[in-house]
C-alpha cells in the first residue's frame, strides 16, 4: 500500500529534549515536505527537499533541523524543544513535478 | 508578501444545501491552486490542482473554479460524509517546492 508513515505519532516531551520525528515513504518520490498545523493558521511548511542531499527552509524553520540521506526518508530533528513548538506535524510528499502531496497521519508533539 | 486567505471559517449546511467556499490569494505568480480535503484526526487528502484562470475540475458533488484572484470550491447537495475541512494551497513560479496554505474551511452537513 502506498503511503506515508510518521513516527512517533503522539510525543510529550520537555523544552530542551532533543527529539527526532522520522518520516518514510514507500512510492519513490523525489520530494518531501513537513508542515505544522496550528489552530487558526493553518497549515505552515518547515522545511521541503526536491530529492536526497537536497533541502530548504519553507516559512518557518526556526528551531528545526532535517536531513535527507535516503530518499524514503525524511526525518525531522528538533534539538532544544520549546513549548512553543507543540503543535501537530505532518510530512507529505510527491513526485517532481506533481500535483498530489501525499500526507502522513501526522504526529502530535507537546513540548511542556 | 504571499498570502492565501480562506473564507468563511466555518460553514454549517443542511444536507442537500448547496454553498461555496472562497480562497483568495495574493502571489508574485501563480503556478497552481489545490485544494484538500482534511478529516479530523487525519492528514490532508489531495482533491483538485487548478493551473490558470477559468479552469474547472470537478469530482462527485464538488467542484472547483478559478479566477487571477481566487478559487472556489462549490458543493452541490451535500450530504454529511461531506462533512470536512477544505484546504487551499498556492504553488509559485518563484519556487516549486514552496506551498503556502490556507486556515481552512470547517464544514458541517447536518442530515
Known amino acids: 500500500e502506498a503511503q506515508v508513515t510518521q513516527n512517533p505519532r503522539y510525543l510529550i516531551t520537555v523544552t530542551g529534549k532533543k527529539l527526532t520525528v522520522t518520516c518514510s515513504q514507500n512510492?519513490?518520490?523525489?520530494?518531501m515536505s513537513w508542515y505544522r498545523q496550528d489552530p487558526g493558521l493553518g497549515l505552515r511548511q518547515i522545511y521541503y527537499?526536491?530529492?536526497?542531499?537536497?533541502?530548504d527552509k519553507g516559512d518557518v524553520p526556526e528551531g528545526y533541523k532535517v536531513s535527507r540521506k535516503e530518499k524514503r526518508n525524511f526525518p525531522l530533528i528538533l534539538e532544544s524543544p520549546s513549548p512553543n513548538q507543540t503543535s501537530l506535524y505532518f510530512c507529505?510528499?510527491?513526485?517532481?513535478?506533481?500535483?498530489?502531496?501525499?500526507f502522513g497521519p501526522g504526529t502530535r508533539l507537546t513540548v511542556l | 508578501e504571499d498570502q492565501v486567505t480562506q473564507s468563511p471559517e466555518a460553514l454549517r449546511l443542511q444536507e442537500g444545501e448547496s454553498s461555496s467556499l472562497n480562497c483568495s490569494y495574493t502571489?508574485?505568480?501563480?503556478?497552481?491552486l489545490f485544494w484538500y480535503r482534511q478529516d479530523p484526526g487525519k492528514g490532508p487528502e489531495f482533491l483538485f490542482t487548478?493551473?490558470?484562470a477559468g479552469e474547472e475540475k470537478e469530482k462527485e458533488r464538488l467542484k472547483a473554479t478559478l479566477t487571477k484572484k481566487e478559487s472556489f470550491l462549490h458543493i452541490t447537495a451535500p450530504k454529511p460524509e461531506d462533512s470536512a475541512t477544505y484546504l487551499c494551497?498556492?504553488?509559485?513560479?518563484?519556487?516549486?517546492?514552496?506551498?503556502?496554505f490556507g486556515a481552512g474551511t470547517q464544514v458541517v452537513v447536518t442530515p
Open positions: 487548478l493551473y490558470s
Open positions: 527537499s526536491m530529492n536526497v542531499e537536497v533541502t
Open positions: 502571489v508574485s505568480g501563480l503556478r497552481g
Open positions: 512510492m519513490n518520490h523525489e520530494y
Open positions: 494551497a498556492v504553488q509559485t513560479t518563484d519556487s516549486w517546492g514552496k506551498f503556502q
Open positions: 507529505a510528499s510527491t513526485t517532481y513535478g506533481g500535483n498530489e502531496q501525499f
